[in-house]
C-alpha cells in the first residue's frame, strides 16, 4: 500500500481554460522543481522555509541584455543599480561587477554603495530628505546630487558657499507625458515653468555646477511612448540650457520604471502577454534623443536606474503548506508558512505560484493565505491548484524586486536569502534572522526589569 494514490474527491467542474496566451493555457501548473539546477526540496531542508532564491546568472542576463539594447540604439549610456529595489550587498555587487553605478534615495543607501565600493563620483544621490549632513558628504565625495524641490536648492547654494566647493548637480523634473495620474510629488515641472526657475537660480547663484537632468515618470510603465515624450522634454530643456547660458548638460537620467513580467492585480491579461519588452523603451527613448537637435560631440550620456525590470524574474520565494480548511462559502483555502510581511508586492501582483513537487490534472480554485494572524494576510484571493497537503513545497515566480527591501519582522521573522551562483552553488548571502537579531537595539529601563506574575 506504499504507493497507493492520493484520494481526489469526485468533483463536476465548468471546463473554462481562460484567456490563450503564446504558451496555450494552464501554463501555471507545470511543477518547479529545481531552480538553476538546484533542486526546490534540498534548498528548502538546507536553508529552512520559507526561504528567498535568486539567480545570479539570470541577474547576469537581464543587465547585459538591457545594455546591449540600448547601446546598440544610443552611443552614450550609463546603468545605476537602484539600490532601493534590492539592496543587499551581494546583488548589489553582481550589478557593480557588470558595470553599473549606483543610484540611492537616502543616506542610508548611499553609505551602503560606498562600503560596498563604489565611487562616490559614480553614486547618482536621489530623494527629497537629504541633510545638511547628507548634504555635505555627497559634497566632499564629488557626487552628482539630484536637487528634489528649492529648499534643498538653497541649502545647496548656502553649504556650497561655506565650503568653497562647487557641487556637481543635476534637478528632478516633472512633466505631462500622457499617463495618468502624472508623478509630479518629485522634482520641478516642465509645463508650469518650476524646472526653468531651478535652473535660473542655480545658473545665477554661479555656485552650483548643473550637469544634469534627471526624471522618474512612475513605475511598473506599460506605456513606451511615454518616456519618448519624457525624453523630448528632457532634450528641450538640456538644448535650452544650452542656448541661453551656452552650457552643456553632460547628462539626462530618464530613471526607472519599466515593468516587470508580474501580473497586475485586475488586469485582464497576464503580464507576459502586456508588458511591453525593453526594447520599446529603449527605442522611444534613444529616438527621442538622437532627434532632439544635440550637435554630434554634444550629445549627453543617457543613465538609467532600471530596477524592478532587471531583477523582478531573478527572484523566487521557496515555501510550504501548513494546512488545508473550508472557508464558510465552501471555498479551499491553503495556508502558507509565508505571509505578505515578507511578499509585500502580493498586494498589488497576482505572484504566479507553482507547486514543487508532481501532482495530477485535477485542479480547484482556492484562497492562498500567509501564517500571519490578521485578515489582510493573503497571498492570493483567487488562484486555480490541484491539492495542497501539509508539508507540500510551492514557488512564487518574480519576487526579486521590493520584497526584500520592504519586508518585516511583523509577527514572524524573515527568512533566509540564498543566491545561486553561474556554475550552480547556492551561498547564503542573508542569514534568517532571530530573536536577538529583532532585539539587539532594545533597551530595558531598570524599573521594568522585573515583575511578578
Known sequence: ??????????????????????????????????????????????????????????????????????????????????????????????????????????????????????????????????????????????????????????????LADEMHKKPRVAIRVNMDTGVYPMWDRFGFNYENGQAWDAINKIMASNKLNLIGLHCHIGTYMLAPYA??????????????????????????????????????????????????EISQF??????????????????PYLYLETGRALIDDAGFLLGSVISNKRLSDGRRAVIMDFGVNILFTSFWYNHKISPAQKFSHYTEDCVLYGPLCMNIDVVRENISLPPLQSGDRVVVHHVGAYNITQSMQFIALRPAVVMIDMEGTPHIIKSSETVDDVEKNERMPKHLESFKL
Not at 45 to 51: I, Q
Not at 256 to 275: M, P, R
Request: aromatic share 10%; with cysteine.
Open 1 to 158: 500500500m506504499k504507493n497507493k494514490k492520493r484520494y481526489e474527491r469526485p468533483i463536476i467542474k465548468q471546463l473554462n481554460t481562460g484567456l490563450m496566451n503564446k504558451f496555450g493555457t494552464r501554463t501555471e501548473y507545470m511543477p518547479v522543481t529545481h531552480i538553476d539546477g538546484v533542486p526546490v526540496k534540498k534548498l528548502i531542508e538546507d536553508y529552512g522555509s520559507p526561504v528567498f532564491v535568486l539567480s545570479e546568472r539570470k541577474i547576469r542576463e537581464n543587465f547585459k541584455s538591457a545594455k546591449r539594447i540600448f547601446e546598440t540604439r544610443y552611443p552614450k549610456v550609463q546603468f545605476a543599480w537602484s539600490y532601493k529595489t534590492n539592496y543587499l550587498n551581494a546583488v548589489c555587487n553582481v550589478y557593480h561587477q557588470e558595470g553599473s553605478w549606483a543610484e540611492v534615495v537616502s543616506i542610508f543607501e548611499y553609505k551602503k554603495a560606498i562600503q560596498n565600493g563604489v565611487s562616490p563620483n559614480k553614486i547618482l544621490f536621489n530623494g527629497p530628505d537629504k541633510t545638511n549632513e547628507d548634504l555635505i558628504l555627497a559634497i566632499k565625495n564629488d557626487s552628482p546630487i539630484h536637487i528634489d524641490h528649492l529648499d534643498e536648492l538653497y541649502r545647496l547654494i548656502e
Open 227 to 276: 518616456y519618448g515624450v519624457a525624453a523630448n522634454k528632457m532634450a528641450d530643456l538640456a538644448l535650452g540650457i544650452k542656448k541661453r547660458f551656452n552650457k552643456s548638460i553632460t547628462y539626462i537620467d530618464m530613471g526607472g520604471g519599466f515593468a516587470s513580467k508580474n501580473t497586475l492585480k485586475g488586469a485582464a491579461q497576464i503580464g507576459a502577454d502586456i508588458v511591453p
Open 282 to 299: 529603449a527605442e522611444a527613448i534613444s529616438t527621442s534623443l538622437l532627434n532632439a537637435g544635440f550637435e554630434t560631440d554634444d550629445l
